[in-house]
């Protein structure tokens, strides 16, 4: 069993930054792929960025793409987002998700493990 506790949402001004933090429970960690989604009411969830076990290869969706960054720390069992240049339209609940094994996926379908979520609200 794996537990995600999300943290560091709030209210940003646009063009603002904000990191969010995902800690996890259990010593798979550092052989899982983590993953960064979110979603607004009345939409699917919308897939973000994704990271492999080793930091190495990452993946983002093309409308956070040099924006975003996603990193991990094996040691403290966290994953980590920072958000740059926020727009209104990142506005929404952001989750992170946990993935056995290597492959770095972008469909929540491939995400065993999620966190309850935290807003990330952008105003204008």
């Known amino acids: 069993q794996v537990q995600l506790v999300e943290s560091g949402g709030g209210l940003v001004q646009a063009g603002g930054s904000l990191g969010l933090s995902c800690a996890a429970s259990?010593?798979?960690?550092?052989?899982?792929?983590m993953g960064w989604f979110r979603q607004v009411p009345g939409k699917e969830r919308e897939f973000v960025a994704a990271?492999?076990?080793?930091?190495?290869?990452?993946v983002y969706a093309d409308s956070v793409k040099g924006r975003f960054t996603i990193s991990r720390d094996n040691v403290k069992n966290t994953v980590y987002l920072q958000m740059s240049s926020l727009k209104p339209g990142d506005t929404a609940v952001y989750s992170c998700a946990f993935r056995r094994g290597m492959v770095v996926a972008t469909r929540s379908e491939e995400y065993a493990y999620w966190g309850q979520g935290t807003q990330v609200t952008v105003s204008s």
């Open positions: 259990g010593r798979t960690f550092s052989s899982a792929t």
């Open positions: 990271i492999d076990w080793s930091g190495s290869k990452v």
